[in-house]
């Protein structure tokens, strides 16, 4: 594992909102380790969300808001000892966690960065050696309920998408309100979670409202991404709540 430390000093320039993140996120880091990583279903889907990058050994893979590291086994079983994988959070402890949890492999990279300003090579900024040399061929990127923090989330998957290769693919998977036909229950449940866990929490008077927030900036990286794609997979889990969304990049 390598850790190379903040890129650019652009994390947390995205405003009041990523601020709260980064306090919330670096408060939880044991507590979101432990969901992420042992919530029943949650192995099944990082493990879908993997094999839908459609990587081979010897890949580059990038993920953005990484967390505590819970994809990257999944993603390092895919691309082998000879590939890359590349975790990108803004938030410090989860980073320290992601470390401790990837210690054994070298080819497992860690940077302190803001995935909606990719802080790598093909971004402007080519001091970081050997890694910066495999982002030059990046095949895929991951990001996992991350897109519904983001600001202009749209922005940051086209971003996203200028990073790979032709034929790349980014894979989207993320929370929010269900679609199906009895999804009143299933998205009042789902509502007391998402305030529970939008920082700063158990604040019930929002400017925005955090529910419908996190559906607009859901639907808005999954409209990027089907515009930038030749070819789109969705599909729902969790009642419908968990939408896991890949495009090809051509
Ligand atoms: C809900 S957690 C998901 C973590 C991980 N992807 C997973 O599935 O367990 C969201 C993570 O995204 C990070 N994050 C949110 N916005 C970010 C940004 N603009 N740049 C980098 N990291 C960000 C947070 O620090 C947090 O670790």
Redesign the pocket.
């Known amino acids: 594992m390598s850790d190379l430390g903040d890129r650019r000093s652009s ?2 320039t ?1 405003g009041s909102g ?1 601020t709260a ?2 306090s ?3 408060r939880w ?1 044991a507590l ?2 432990a ?3 042992y919530t029943p279903g ?1 192995g099944s889907l ?1 493990e879908r969300a993997a094999a839908a990058l459609e990587l081979e050994s010897g890949d580059t893979v990038v ?9 990257l086994p999944y993603l390092r079983e895919r691309v082998g000892p000879e590939g890359t994988v590349v975790g ?4 410090r402890p ?2 320290d966690r992601a470390r401790e949890s990837v210690a054994a492999y070298d080819n497992v990279h860690l940077v ?6 990719p802080p790598f090579a093909n971004a402007g900024d080519a001091t970081f050696g050997t890694v910066d040399a495999a982002l030059d061929s990046v095949d895929a990127v ?5 897109v ?3 600001e202009d989330p749209g922005a ?1 998957v086209r971003d996203w998408c200028d990073l790979l290769v032709d034929g790349g693919n980014v894979v989207l ?1 993320d929370a929010a309100s269900s679609e199906r036909a009895y999804a009143a229950p299933v998205n009042a449940l789902f509502r007391a979670v998402v305030i529970l ?1 939008t920082p700063p929490t158990l604040r019930f008077r929002y400017d925005r409202d955090p529910q419908a927030t996190l559906d607009r900036r859901v639907d808005a990286a999954r409209d990027a991404l089907r515009d930038r794609s030749s070819a789109i997979a969705h599909e729902t889990h969790a009642l419908g709540v968990v939408r896991l969304t890949g495009g090809r990049i051509d």
Do not use: H, P
């Open positions: 994390a947390g995205s990523s993140a980064q919330f996120y670096g880091a979101y380790d969901l992420a990583r949650i990082r993920e953005m808001g990484c967390g505590t590291g819970a994809n990108v959070d803004f938030t989860v980073l302190r960065g803001d995935a909606a300003r991951l990001a996992t309920f991350v519904g923090m983001l940051a998977v866990s």
